[in-house]
């Protein structure tokens, strides 16, 4: 190939040699790659004239040049470098390849390429192919792992499941720490984000902290994810890439349960074998046959062995999973324009029965440059489709002792099913649905105009347009008078459905002049000036109902009932926002930059006299191996110091109208033809303020022996003040929440990653990126009256605080008291005394994260893996505690059925101490009162509080490029196939049972993390083989 | 210079053009605090407290507290685990405190509209107001009161002493009467949206009345010893007007079999509006000891009336099938199921009825019972025994019986202590303990607060309490540990049985 190659260009060379040549200088030099091997044939040519030449075998070339030349380097697969020649007569050039470009120029804020010398704080760029190696279809989960500071946290898995993305924890307590996603250029959002084609990202440059951001103003405070799509490059021409991928999707675990007890409950008589019990408090396993819960529908019963059928028998309930994506885009460049298409379709079956997701999404961009116009345009269109069941059923499966043969009662409904009190989870899976469809619209537009070499001006405009509609519904359930009249329960649910349509519309539009002058001999400049305009406005409709009358039908003609008030609503919002903004980069010759922007934004959530805020930032880089020559010897080959300081304003957290006080509909109005409404019960600050954060931040970062080695260490440390944040006020007041202007928070952390090459041939290469974050957030105040607030989670029981001089967020539970040598303090009954309230019971951030990013490249074989391990901390899991009750945890097992005594407790000694205890037994004399002590020990929720340490093997791949000699005599010109896997290996501390992933957490976004609950399914693997094919 | 032109024509448009481009904060899907008017607003006012605290949670735990209610231990595990265990943290029944407080705000919002033709809804405000309030106390003792309900203005309000609220409430109820007294054609009449009365003002009069004399009668035994107290009653007793409600008061804006719209109490402890059993009414039981306290046998505190009462049968409904079909039975509080009958009682259809049944806030019987305690007492003229038994007919008629069957049980239950006016020692424990009986799963909250002041009636604890008595109070709630720091009095477990409210002198 490479043979081929040097025959064109050595045929090109021949033409253009024949131009010749007016001016006489002549330059020698070699070229060399970043390994510092010679580069034979390289292209070498005069900018702007078709002067030029090629490289030897040895990288060396000899040229001709004018007066004040400039000579371009390109080479295939390299990145092009420019090189002034000036006075010198002999030129060195190194050049990187390709993939290193991004490295190198670096999209930043507004759509600004900068050179990476000039940024001046924190940023890791992951490129198309790290994206899409594992077949991830969806491109936020794919950052997984890949970025230093980067949390992607899937807080409940599904056929879409939900994501958090934050960048160096959180600073606000209730207000938005979610980072801001730019797509092209224009903030967008992460749900769009989701439904891109994964193959069309270039990249995505991650700004760590809210410096580079600043120029986004209030939505950049908690950093960004600046994505690029593809466009075809200059160049080339059309090319088309055919992608298929395949993966298979299973159940990484469940909650471990006792598998010594069988299905049962004490009846009076011990622990009693009742076959259509929730609970595992039966006897011992026998092995015996017998009846296992209700009467089918013909009056049968099924038969099975009481027997444990394994610690995970519930697994059996789900299937494998299946993910197909289908992709093509096609390509082509030149200098004057490009065009990029892709189409994707995405097929998911998720792991359970009839959940399945459907996505298509179509992309259009292009653009051309006529003259002094450049012109550029993005339409893309997506629609994704999704149908699940309520995932409650979930938490009933989890109402399931061991011996019960789980999927032999797919088809016996709730009238059949193995417990009488909670619902057949294969019911609800078939009649407790959702279906949504969301149609997107995303169109941006792009032009530039260059005034001279010194001035052009930029217009962009986006608009995001989301029509979605959704139907949820209930089919209900009847409970028979038998099992009413055997069990005394009654599973009823009246049938409902809800349907609505929601339309979101976002318009963003830029305006900014650039200039680029150069001030003195040795001092560049570059400003922007710009005007920002965002617009959001939201349209909700929703219809629902109880009371079906035809089964099936769902529609507000078919209800018996009245609408529901709950899900009959409709409701509509505006923002608008304007900000003015100006930055400016000084550098002095190739080795200081200092950079200042400032920014002032309007906003239409604050009420008129607060509703402007101006906030600046300033940085400085320095390289000394570029200001020093010889600075580092041959070990350190480049070395960047920078500093920057940044103040962001932020209006997150604050809804269009907050401001305004409404009143409220009383629940249940309207009644007969009478309206009436109530005082709000939570309300904001009609004079808040913006909130602010300040972070000053030092880097470095350093390349040894030629990069081979490389090292990029950041720290920050940030205070905030005047968070807008939501407090639980005193109820007294008549409210029980109140935003307003206090809190602050103030915190440190940084990112450290470590860049290895431990070897590099020609057929071997092996890279190794370790990454170690750390954040750490602690609450200063919370208001003068309060030193703490709740965040979120379950009231009472398991909630999540910011405490004043605690780190922040902070788990509260009901915990057992304990003496003071930490001994758990029985009551005469050896019931375990606990906290009159919830109290602290550890953070829920971890201390810090390592990540791993490695690949190992053999002739044609990469194998490459994506690894990360959380520790420090910890989280509720409900699952757990919802398994003490009913006898299936393995606690609940241990040792046998009957009293004991409770490890290192204590009981008073009647003199205000307390003794070890050694003779009080805990869970009394019969099977009733065992039962009792275990419910109690539920109420301690502390015994759910669990260690959230994890090591996940996030992405495992294998890719074969086929040999370019076996294409040759096709019209392909690149061919892989890779074998994947996702989240194989999960490694949990052991009293982590399985119960749940520690990242899940009942609010999908919210600031109220480490709360986990049982309607959240268990994590899953997959396995896949992908197909790449580019002619 | 086109490219100029364009670009300024651009900004123009985008950036500078709209003047009030910000102006589109005004909410269009609901008006706000400062422009609702207080016709608006009272429906909901009357009916918020009512819907989220009376029926469920205050009911809940005055039933469990006087051994009217238990678990239905042969379908659930750990019902009123903490209720009879009587682990009583800031945490058990908050909710009283947090849904009480914030439903009181839009009374709140009604008294202080400056506008003066609101005069008539701001007395009815005012009477509910004092209503709540006086619970508020009758629970917590000093609580936030002049700088409560403020909202934004003030987030942390500070706590008042208890007497001093007391007469506050009293003074409050005054400015109502008087409210009323002046109302004229200046202000606005107050129609549908007083879904009690239906702007019945001398209805809300004579409530006012009767509110006046439950304040006032919750410190006669505290009068006993305190002699400034006895001064006070006295004083106010004078001047009260003894015109009191004669007839349930109860709220209903129009309920009915639909989803949001059916009477709470029955929709938490009956049915939904398919008519399937809800998952409190499967839970709830008849006691052991009302059912035989009831049933005129003798009770496991060796109580044995000899009696039996026809409510007994309204208040708890008979087995429906099965070998015990048509008996009623009971669990004994915080006993499992290990000698608990295979069946138990749900509750009866004196007190579930209909969706459409009205809420209840005060009974005729309670009237009754307050003023022939005021007229043994000697507070009020009257005859105490006709007083006595006009509450035990109240009482037979809300749960759906005839007077005749009440007459019929008085003239049986006369002679009989504690049931009977001639037959009782103590005047008073016969007034708490038909009381007790005719709040029944309609307010175990005011019984249980009864027994506090009183002592009556004795009724056994739950045989897993971890205590010898009934706590006195409730303990503040965690919300306010957490928000209001600085001003909540420091408590532990301790106080709710060592501490007591200012009239409780037992």
């Not at chain 1, 979930?394 to 789980?406: D, H, K, M, R, V």
């Not at chain 1, 505006?574 to 980069?585: D, I, K, L, P």
């Amino acid at each position: 190939m490479k043979q081929n190659v040097n025959w064109i260009f050595l045929f090109l060379f021949a033409l253009i040699s024949h131009v010749g040549f007016a001016q006489s200088q002549e330059v020698t030099g070699t070229v060399v790659d970043n390994s510092g091997l010679p580069l034979p044939g390289v292209n070498v040519i005069e900018d702007g004239t078709t002067n030029g030449t090629q490289t030897d075998f040895d990288g060396n070339f000899s040229i001709e040049v004018g007066q004040s030349a400039v000579l371009v380097f390109s080479y295939l697969g390299m990145k092009e470098q420019k090189v002034t020649v000036g006075s010198q007569s002999s030129i060195q050039v190194t050049l990187m390849n390709a993939t290193d470009q991004l490295d190198e120029v670096v999209i930043t804020a507004l759509g600004i390429k900068r050179k990476k010398d000039e940024i001046t704080s924190a940023y890791e760029v992951v490129d198309n192919e790290s994206i899409v190696k594992a077949n991830n279809p969806d491109v936020v989960n794919s950052l997984s792992g890949k970025v230093t500071g980067l949390t992607i946290k899937q807080t409940s898995n599904g056929v879409t499941g939900d994501t958090r993305i934050t960048l160096r924890g959180s600073r606000s307590i209730t207000g938005n720490n979610e980072a801001l996603i730019v797509i092209d250029g224009a903030i967008s959002n992460a749900n769009f984000l989701r439904t891109l084609n994964p193959n069309s990202i270039e990249s995505i440059n991650v700004i760590k902290g809210p410096n580079g951001a600043a120029l986004y103003g209030s939505q950049g405070a908690n950093g960004a994810l600046i994505v690029t799509t593809k466009r075809g490059k200059e160049g080339e021409n059309l090319k088309i890439t055919l992608k298929s991928t395949t993966d298979f999707t299973n159940v990484a675990y469940v909650p471990e349960r006792q598998t010594r007890y069988g299905q049962g409950w004490d009846l009076g008589q011990g622990f009693a074998s009742i076959i259509y019990e929730n609970g595992g408090w039966g006897p011992e396993f026998d092995g015996q046959i017998g009846n296992v819960g209700l009467p089918q529908a013909d009056g049968s019963y099924i038969e099975a062995p009481f027997s444990s059928r394994g610690a995970d028998n519930i697994k059996d309930f789900f299937q494998t999973g299946v993910t197909q994506q289908n992709s093509i885009s096609l390509t082509s460049g030149s200098e004057k324009g490009f065009i990029f298409f892709s189409a994707q379709n995405e097929n998911t079956e998720f792991i359970i029965d009839r959940d399945k997701l459907n996505r298509s999404t179509f992309n259009f961009k292009a653009g051309r440059t006529y003259d002094k116009w450049e012109v550029s345009g993005n339409a893309t269109y997506s629609y994704v489709g999704t149908e699940e069941a309520d995932s409650r059923l979930y938490g009933e499966l989890n109402q399931s002792a061991t011996n019960i043969p789980i999927e032999r009662f797919e088809n016996s409904g709730n009238e059949g099913h193995w417990n009488a009190y909670f619902l057949n989870p294969y019911s609800i899976r078939d009649n407790d649905r959702s279906e949504r469809s969301n149609n997107r619209f995303n169109v941006l537009g792009d032009v530039k105009y260059t005034f001279n070499e010194n001035i052009n001006a930029i217009v962009r405009s986006n608009g995001i347009f989301n029509f979605a509609n959704g139907l949820n519904f209930n089919n209900g359930y009847t409970e028979p008078e038998s099992v009413v009249n055997l069990t005394g329960a009654d599973r009823s649910e009246a049938s409902s459905f809800q349907r609505f349509n929601t339309e979101f519309q976002e318009y963003y539009t830029d305006l900014i002049v650039n200039f680029d002058y150069k001030l003195f001999e040795d001092i560049n400049m570059t400003a922007n000036v710009g005007l920002n305009n965002q617009y959001l406005k939201t349209n909700q409709t929703s219809v629902g109902g109880v009371g079906l009358t035809v089964p099936g039908i769902y529609s507000s003609e078919n209800l018996s009932g009245q609408f529901d008030q709950a899900t009959t609503f409709d409701t509509q919002s505006t923002r608008r926002r304007y900000s003015a903004f100006a930055g400016v980069n000084f550098s002095y010759k190739d080795y200081l930059y200092v950079n200042a922007t400032a920014r002032n934004d309007w906003s239409s959530v604050f009420s008129e006299e607060n509703n402007s805020y101006f906030y600046p930032s300033v940085g400085a880089s320095f390289l000394p191996t570029k200001a020093f020559e010889g600075f580092g010897g041959d070990i350190l080959n480049y070395l960047k110091v920078t500093g920057s300081y940044v103040k962001v304003g932020n209006d997150g957290g604050i809804d269009p109208f907050d401001v305004n006080q409404v009143v409220n509909q009383g629940l249940g109005f309207p009644f007969n033809g009478l309206n009436s409404y109530v005082a709000p019960r939570s309300i904001t600050d009609p004079q808040l303020e913006p909130e602010f954060t300040n972070q000053l931040e030092f880097g470095l970062n350093a390349g040894f022996l030629k990069d081979r080695i490389t090292l990029d260490v950041a720290y920050y440390n940030f205070t905030t003040d005047n968070l807008i944040t939501n407090i639980a006020t005193s109820t007294a007041s008549g409210l029980s929440r109140s935003a307003i202007n206090i809190g602050e928070t103030s915190g440190y952390g940084g990112e450290v990653n470590l860049g290895l090459v431990p070897f590099k041939t020609d057929d071997l290469v092996w890279n190794l990126n370790f990454g170690y974050a750390k954040n750490y957030t602690e609450v200063d105040k919370v208001t003068d009256q309060a030193t703490e607030v709740s965040v979120g989670g379950f009231a009472g029981a398991a909630e999540i605080f910011a405490i004043e001089g605690e780190q922040f967020p902070m788990l509260k539970t009901i915990n057992f008291l304990r003496d003071n040598q930490g001994r758990v303090i029985l009551d005469s009954n050896g019931t375990p005394e606990q906290t009159s309230g919830p109290e602290i019971s550890g953070n829920t951030t971890p201390d810090y994260t390592l990540n791993l990013n490695t690949s190992f490249s053999f002739k044609n074989w990469t194998l490459s893996a994506t690894m990360d391990y959380r520790t420090g901390h910890v989280f509720y899991s409900d699952t757990q505690n919802n398994l003490l009750w009913p006898g299936h945890d393995v606690a609940t097992a241990e040792g046998g059925r009957g009293s004991f005594i409770f490890p290192n407790s204590s009981i008073p000694d009647g003199n205000g101490g307390f003794t070890a205890n050694t003779t009080v037994p805990s869970g009394g004399t019969t099977a009733a009162s065992y039962i009792t002590f275990w419910n109690n020990m539920r109420g301690i929720t502390e015994n759910s509080v669990l260690d959230a340490t994890a090591f996940q093997l996030r992405e495992l791949s294998l890719r074969y490029d086929v040999t370019s000699e076996l294409l040759e005599k096709t019209f392909i010109t690149n061919a892989s196939i890779s074998v994947v896997g996702r989240n194989i290996l999960t490694v949990l501390p052991e009293e982590n049972r399985g119960y749940n992933d520690p990242e899940s957490n009942f609010t999908a976004t919210g600031n109220a993390q480490g709360v986990s609950t049982t309607g959240q399914y268990p994590p899953t693997r997959s396995y896949g083989i992908g197909l790449n094919v580019s002619f | 210079m086109k490219i100029k032109h364009l670009i300024l024509t651009i900004i123009a448009f985008t950036f500078l053009s709209c003047e009030n481009y910000l102006d589109v904060n005004e909410d269009p899907n609901n008006p706000t605090q400062n422009t609702i008017t207080p016709d608006l607003l009272l429906a909901g006012g009357l009916h918020d407290p009512y819907n989220n605290i009376f029926p469920g949670s205050a009911n809940r735990l005055g039933n469990a507290f006087m051994n009217n209610w238990g678990p239905n231990v042969n379908s659930f595990t750990g019902g009123f685990l903490d209720e009879f265990q009587l682990r009583i943290t800031s945490n058990f029944y908050d909710i009283i405190w947090d849904n009480l407080y914030r439903d009181l705000g839009t009374f709140q919002l009604i008294l202080d509209n400056e506008e003066e033709i609101y005069d008539n809804h701001k007395a009815i405000s005012r009477i509910m107001k004092s209503f709540y309030f006086q619970y508020l106390v009758d629970l917590y003792g000093d609580i936030p009161y002049t700088e409560a309900l403020a909202g934004g203005e003030n987030l942390t309000p500070t706590y008042d002493d208890e007497t001093e609220i007391y007469r506050d409430l009293i003074s409050e109820l005054d400015v109502a009467l008087s409210e009323i007294e002046n109302s004229d054609s200046d202000d606005l009449s107050v129609g549908s949206e007083d879904i009690v009365y239906q702007g019945d003002l001398e209805m809300w009069r004579k409530f006012a009345n009767t509110i006046k004399l439950r304040i006032l009668l919750r410190q006669s035994e505290l009068a006993l010893t305190d002699g400034e107290t006895q001064t006070y009653l006295n004083q106010q007793f004078n001047s009260l007007e003894k015109d009191f409600i004669t007839e349930n008061v109860v709220i209903n804006p129009g309920y009915s079999n639909a989803e949001d719209k059916q009477n709470p109490y029955y929709a938490l402890y009956g049915f939904d509006t398919q008519g399937n059993t809800t998952t409190s009414r499967q839970f709830l039981t008849a006691t052991d000891y009302a059912v035989k306290f009831l049933k005129g046998i003798e009770t496991e505190n060796g109580v044995q009336t000899n009696i039996p009462d026809p409510r007994l049968g309204r208040i708890y409904e008979p087995i429906q099938s099965g070998d015990l079909a048509g008996e009623i039975l009971g669990v004994q509080q915080g006993a499992d199921n290990t000698d608990t009958p295979p069946e138990l009682s749900k509750l009866g259809d004196g007190l579930i009825i209909s969706s459409e049944q009205d809420g209840y806030l005060m009974m005729a019987s309670e009237s009754y019972f307050l003023q022939a305690e005021a007229a043994f007492r000697g507070y009020i003229p009257g005859d105490a025994k006709m007083l006595f038994q006009n509450g035990i007919i109240e009482s037979y008629n809300l749960l759906g019986l005839t007077t005749a069957q009440a007459d019929s049980y008085i003239n049986q239950s006369n002679s009989v202590n504690l049931i009977g006016w001639d037959g009782s020692q103590n005047k008073i424990e016969a007034i708490m303990t038909q009381k007790w009986i005719a709040l029944n799963g309609i307010n175990g909250l005011e019984s249980w607060i009864e027994y506090t002041r009183t002592g009556f009636p004795e009724i056994p604890l739950p045989i897993t309490a971890t205590r010898d008595s009934k706590p006195n109070r409730l303990l503040y709630p965690t919300s306010e540990f957490s928000t209001n720091s600085a001003n909540v009095p420091q408590q532990s477990t301790e106080d709710a049985f060592s501490t007591r409210i200012f009239w409780d002198v037992n």
